[in-house]
C-alpha cells in the first residue's frame, strides 16, 4: 500500500540552527501539506502546496519556514533559525486531488527537538 | 470559543464496550467532517470522511453528523484493546484546509 515516508523520525538540534525535514509523498498525489503537533496539543496546519507553489499557509508559517519540491519525488520543510517552541511532531501529508477530493494520507512523523 | 471542540479524554473503557466519541463546533459553514485514528507517536490515519448530516457506517465504525446541533459523533461497537489510540475529529468547509479537533484518548482494556 502506498504511504507518505518522512526522514528523520527523530531530529534533535540546538536552538538557532536550520533543520530540514524530509518527505516523499504517495507519487501520483499532486497537493502537499505540513502539519505540526505540539506535544499534548491539537494538529495544526502549516502550509499547502500545489503546482510548485505555496496555496495556502497559516500564521505559525512564518518567515523562518520556506517548502520546496527540489525533485519529482521529495517534499521539504525547512526552518531556517530553530527556536525551543518548534519541538514539535512534523507531519507531511498528500492528497490526490486537493481538498475537494480525496483526504489527505499522513506520514509517521519526525520529531523535532530543539535544545 | 474554539472552533473545534474536543474532550481529551482519557476514555477507559472494558473490550467489548460501544465507544462514542464527540466534537463539538461553532463554524456552520462546516461541510466535510472526519475522523482519525492515531496510534502513539504515529501520523493520523484516515479512519471515515462524511459530507453534511447523517449517518455512515463502516464494520465496526459509524460516524453521525447533526449539523443543526453542530456535533458529531463517532461509534465504535465491539470495541477491541487494539482501537487503544487517539481519536481526532477534523472538519473543514469547501475547499479549505481542516481544522483538527484535540483529539480523545481512548484506552480498551482486556
Known amino acids: 500500500e502506498p504511504e507518505v515516508t518522512q526522514t528523520p523520525s527523530h531530529q534533535v538540534t540546538q536552538m538557532g540552527q536550520e533543520v530540514i525535514l524530509r518527505c516523499v509523498p504517495i507519487s501520483n498525489h499532486l497537493y502537499f501539506y505540513w502539519y505540526r503537533q505540539i506535544l499534548g496539543q491539537k494538529v495544526e496546519f502549516l502550509v499547502s502546496f500545489y503546482n510548485n507553489e505555496i496555496s495556502e499557509k497559516s500564521e505559525i508559517f512564518d518567515d523562518q519556514f520556506s517548502v520546496e519540491r527540489p525533485d519529482g519525488s521529495n517534499f521539504t520543510l525547512k526552518i531556517r533559525s530553530t527556536k525551543l517552541e518548534d519541538s514539535a511532531m512534523y507531519f507531511c501529508?498528500?492528497?490526490?486531488?486537493?481538498?475537494?477530493?480525496?483526504?489527505?494520507?499522513f506520514g509517521q512523523g519526525t520529531r523535532l527537538t530543539v535544545v | 470559543q474554539k472552533e473545534v471542540e474536543q474532550d481529551p479524554g482519557p476514555l477507559s473503557v472494558p473490550e467489548g464496550a460501544i465507544v462514542s466519541l464527540n466534537c463539538t463546533y461553532s463554524n456552520s459553514a462546516f461541510q466535510y467532517f472526519m475522523w482519525y485514528r492515531q496510534y502513539s507517536r504515529k501520523g493520523p490515519e484516515l479512519l471515515m470522511y462524511t459530507y453534511s448530516s447523517g449517518n455512515k457506517e463502516d464494520g465496526r465504525f459509524t460516524a453521525q453528523v447533526d449539523k443543526s446541533s453542530k456535533y458529531i459523533s463517532l461509534f465504535i461497537r465491539d470495541s477491541q484493546p487494539s482501537d487503544s489510540a487517539t481519536y481526532l475529529c477534523a472538519m473543514r468547509r469547501g475547499s479549505y484546509i481542516p481544522t483538527f479537533g484535540r483529539g480523545t484518548s481512548l484506552i480498551v482494556h482486556p
Open positions: 501529508a498528500s492528497s490526490e486531488g486537493g481538498p475537494l477530493a480525496t483526504e489527505a494520507f
